[in-house]
């Protein structure tokens, strides 16, 4: 994935259709530093075959030790099932100054490829230096009621949920969301995912083409 985190220590991941994912490359990439995977909402743990030590619901030592050492770190407080919560804002705090990158989910989508962000999401930490907008092109030509977590937010589609989704509306749904981060446009990146397809790589290019004349990185990924 062509990002580079050279002067980022803060990432989020916004959006739909790929943040994980995302997310979990990028601590692979960079494993020979001390990367800190987390949350500020819920999470599903990653796999032994991405972090290195998962932590749930660590004691500051233990978080601090663990972040002692080049590795990736997952952590969190144990959440409802299997799930892992934001760690405490003590706990946050501690794990950005003693990482040198921390990685952290900052919304959620019920699995869905697109999302609309209602009033109190993203929830996006202080400093954060880039945040990554997941678009999930596997919504192109499917019914916004089946493929947008949160699709009734829009009151064109709420009253109209078997709309079916084109170009426009997965830059409606990136747009939404970069406007629910509140950062400047500089400190975004876009990743289109799932362009799999000649007709989802066909949305790719449009999208790609529009964002990068308004200045917005952009990433195609399969």
């Not at 990439?29 to 030590?53: E, F, G």
């Not at 892992?84 to 699995?111: F, H, T």
């Not at 079916?164 to 409606?172: Q, R």
Request: charged content about 15%.
């Amino acid at each position: 994935m062509p990002i580079s985190l050279a002067q980022a220590h803060l990432v989020a991941a916004i959006g739909a259709g790929g943040k994980t994912t995302a997310l979990g490359r990028l601590a692979l990439a960079h494993q020979q530093r001390r990367v800190l995977l987390t949350t500020t909402t819920h999470i599903l743990p990653y796999p032994s075959t991405v972090c290195d030590r998962l932590l749930v619901n660590p004691t500051p030592q233990e978080l601090a030790e663990a972040l002692a050492q080049p590795g990736v770190t997952c952590a969190g407080s144990q959440a409802e099932g299997s799930k892992l919560g934001s760690l405490s804002p003590e706990l946050l705090e501690l794990g950005c100054q003693q990482a040198q990158l921390v990685l952290y989910e900052a919304d959620g989508a019920k699995m869905l490829p697109l999302k609309l962000h209602r009033s109190f999401e993203p929830v996006i930490l202080p400093h954060t230096d880039l945040c990554l907008v997941a678009a999930g092109l596997s919504a192109v030509d499917r019914p916004v009621a089946e493929c947008v977590h949160c699709y009734q937010l829009c009151p064109d589609w709420a009253e109209h949920p078997q709309h079916t989704v084109d170009t426009p509306d997965v830059l409606f749904c990136i747009q939404d969301a970069m406007d629910a981060g509140g950062l400047p446009p500089e400190k975004y990146h876009i990743l289109l995912t799932q362009a799999d397809t000649p007709r989802r790589q066909q949305v790719a290019a449009q999208l790609r083409e529009f964002l990068t004349a308004r200045g917005i990185s952009c990433t195609v990924c399969p």
